[in-house]
């Protein structure tokens, strides 16, 4: 074996090692990433039900925040990455059911799928 093929093979090595640690590094980073959008989503949610259950702000500004909590939750806009449906989607929650439970109205029924006889 030649120096000049013992060096590539090193090299190869060397960068296959410091690849590993890469990739390593990468999906430790995207896990903590996940976990920290996860977190966030679950923070929004919640100020919006402390918001609406009138536990944020103070005097008139608790009727304002719930107000907008309100109208937050009602919208069924998932043009916006941080729209109520957009963030119960992300959680795994159905966005209706969760809407009905917050804002004390009935769940729509959930449809059907018909079968062809």
Known sequence: MSLNTTWKNRQVSESSGRYASLRHHAAESLEASVEG????????????MMCLAGKTGSGAERNILAGKARAWIARRDRRWPFSFENVCIQLDLDPAAVRARLLGTPAPAKRRKRTKR
């Not at 959008?37 to 919006?48: F, S, T």
Request: glycine residues 0%.
């Open 37 to 48: 959008v996860h977190a966030l989503l679950v923070a929004i949610l919640n100020d919006a």
